[in-house]
Nanobody, 115 residues
Framework: QVQLVESGGGLVQAGGSLRLSCAAS????????MAWYRQAPGQQRELVAA???????NYADSVKGRFTISTDNAKNTVYLQMNSMKHEDTAVYYC?????????WGQGTQVTVSS
């Protein structure tokens, strides 16, 4: 079972940028899908961005053109570059790994965007 640890969250002004990192405990090359989810207070957890093993990326409509998901297999790390941030991006962001038979979640990192 892979272990995931997020970092990079914090407080940013609207219009600013943050980059989240998700460090995996083992090689991520064989993981089917790596993704970022977020959960705002009182809201359901929602998919933000996902990237498949072959490098295909998908995004929620709300973040298209602003967020970019990427991987560094040499560092076993997945990134989420967030630009032009909005107040509604405020949430706890979670890293997720779909290994087929098992899934794994990180502990989450808080992102707060001040308006």
């Amino acid at each position: 079972q892979v272990q995931l640890v997020e970092s990079g969250g914090g407080l940013v002004q609207a219009g600013g940028s943050l980059r989240l990192s998700c460090a995996a405990s083992r090689n991520i090359f064989s993981i089917l899908v790596m993704a970022w989810y977020r959960q705002a207070p009182g809201q359901q957890r929602e998919l933000v961005a996902a990237i498949t093993r072959d490098g295909t990326a998908n995004y929620a409509d709300s973040v298209k053109g602003r967020f970019t998901i990427s991987t560094d297999n040499a560092k076993n790390t997945v990134y989420l570059q967030m630009n032009s941030m909005k107040h509604e991006d405020t949430a706890v962001y979670y890293c997720f790994a779909d290994q087929g038979a098992q899934n794994a979640w990180g502990q989450g990192t808080q992102v707060t965007v001040s308006s």
